[in-house]
């Protein structure tokens, strides 16, 4: 169920990686620059040999903020960025594999923030998975409800 279409360009994305990602957040800055898409590097920068967890968090706190409406994020496997992002209330982080998963974690679960692998997933299957990711509205319904309990388990947590 794509639905975005089109509205991606009015959003801006939260972009950063750490050093195992940088070639891939790189080949996803270009892609959205070229489709018109606005976005916010955090970083890191070419050559630099960092903890993603500190990159994770300047974006994840772009997206709670408001400055950025959604965030992509990579690091080695995805699984790092993912854990980092998901520690700050109101960021639902998924990292994905494939347009399938990009997909869901829309659809079901209105995530925010897509977090991939560069040592795991090549370029233009990433890019495929940013498309996805950004083209896919929340489909609501049943899943709101779902979502919700998230937000209210989040409450309690925090």
Not at 61 to 73: A, F, H, P, Q
Not at 79 to 103: L, S
């Amino acid at each position: 169920m794509r639905g975005n279409e089109g509205e991606e360009h009015n959003m801006k994305i939260a972009l950063a990686s750490d050093h195992a990602g940088f070639d891939l957040k790189k080949a996803v800055a270009e892609d959205l620059a070229g489709r018109g898409i606005a976005y916010v590097d955090f970083g890191c920068g070419p050559g630099e040999n960092v903890d993603y967890v500190d990159f994770g968090a300047k974006a994840a706190r772009s997206i709670v903020s408001g400055e950025c409406d959604r965030g992509i994020l990579v690091c080695g496997t995805g699984i790092g960025m993912g854990i980092v992002a998901n520690k700050f209330k109101g960021i639902r982080a998924a990292p994905c594999w494939n347009e399938y998963t990009a997909e869901m974690s829309r659809l079901h679960n209105d995530c925010n923030c897509l977090t991939m692998g560069g040592r795991v997933l090549g370029p233009e299957e990433a890019l495929r998975i940013v498309r996805v990711f950004l083209a896919t509205a929340f489909e609501g319904g049943r899943h709101a409800r779902r979502v919700d309990k998230i937000r209210r388990i989040e409450e309690e947590n925090s």
